[in-house]
């Protein structure tokens, strides 16, 4: 293996830590600081390293050609993806503990890959099948505490009911995202959609926060602080880089497959920066879900291999 495949898996493991690690930071914060605010100031972090990314990459100058239907599709994404996303993930931490958050992770690839079938024909196998039977029982397993029939009963807390929300939105913004790209370059779309969502949080805030939520944010301690640029500068912009050089380099399916480790890294930096305890249902569940997922991408991977057209047999 070449110096630059061993640094592009390096750099693919890494994003799976910082996306892992963004469940830990998010509760810090969100125990610390105005959830709307919070998101605004990631985002505008996040959004001036992606323009001066965008800039040293000579793409600003594409922003000017961009049509009313680019900015549409780009701002539905940023009110799906980013506005209704951080509100479901800083309101759910708030309650739930990170490391059994993570877990939501597990669903993301699941609901996109439902949503895929119905909306756009794609083709699934029974390998992916059975990824997805096994990921949304870990996932559902380890939300619920190991009692799934607090699902069918409808005594779900509102925290895992939010973490759902999460996912919603996540699978929203994919697939949204998926139209968007077709005409625009995915480094241009995911920084327009961080600034966009970054004026649709601002001002979410500013309406139902109020001023003073901003300037009580003096007495926030260092360590929220230390959480927003982690998340901003880490699990937004550099675990970005990564995972689109992953793609370059590797292919889609094989830079998705390190989406599997995010609720393990998630779990394990929970346990160790909060002082979590890792349950029973937390690692079964948790196990069961990256497997799950793991499927899921070793299904996806055949299927991008077959040929497209396959010879007819001769007579």
């Not at 937004?236 to 393990?264: E, R």
Request: proline share 3%; aromatic share 8%.
């Amino acid at each position: 293996m070449s110096a630059d495949k061993y640094s592009t898996h390096a750099g693919l493991v890494g994003m799976a830590a910082l996306w892992g690690a963004s469940w830990p930071w998010g509760q810090v914060v969100a125990q610390s600081m105005p959830p709307l605010a919070a998101a605004s100031i990631r985002f505008i972090l996040a959004s001036v390293v992606l323009v001066f990314w965008l800039y040293r990459r000579g793409g600003t100058k594409s922003l000017f050609a961009l049509n009313i239907g680019q900015w549409a599709g780009m701002g539905c994404a940023s009110a799906v993806g980013v506005l209704g996303y951080s509100i479901f993930f800083l309101l759910s931490l708030q309650i739930v503990p990170a490391g059994k958050a993570a877990m939501v992770v597990a669903l993301n690839p699941v609901l996109t890959m439902m949503f895929a079938v119905v909306l756009f024909r794609e083709k699934v196998n029974l390998t992916m099948g059975t990824g997805v039977v096994l990921a949304v029982t870990g996932a559902l397993y380890a939300l619920t505490d190991g009692g799934l029939l607090a699902i069918r009963l409808g005594q779900s807390g509102m925290g895992e009911l939010l973490l759902l929300g999460c996912a919603g939105c996540w699978v929203g913004y994919t697939l949204i995202g998926r139209m968007v790209l077709t005409t625009v370059d995915s480094l241009t779309t995911t920084t327009v959609t961080s600034a966009i969502g970054a004026v649709l949080l601002f001002s979410a805030s500013m309406m139902l926060e109020g001023p003073a939520a901003w300037s009580g944010l003096r007495d926030t301690p260092a360590m929220a602080w230390l959480s927003i640029v982690g998340l901003a500068l880490g699990a937004t912009a550099l675990a970005y880089a990564w995972y689109m050089n992953g793609i370059k380099v590797l292919g889609a399916g094989a830079a998705a497959a390190y989406m599997s480790l995010v609720p393990l890294f998630g779990m394990l930096l929970s346990s160790l920066w909060l002082g979590e305890s890792l349950t029973t249902s937390l690692v079964g569940g948790g196990a069961l879900a990256i497997s799950g997922m793991l499927l899921i991408n070793r299904g996806w991977l055949s299927l991008a291999r077959a040929p497209k057209n396959p010879p007819e047999s001769r007579q």
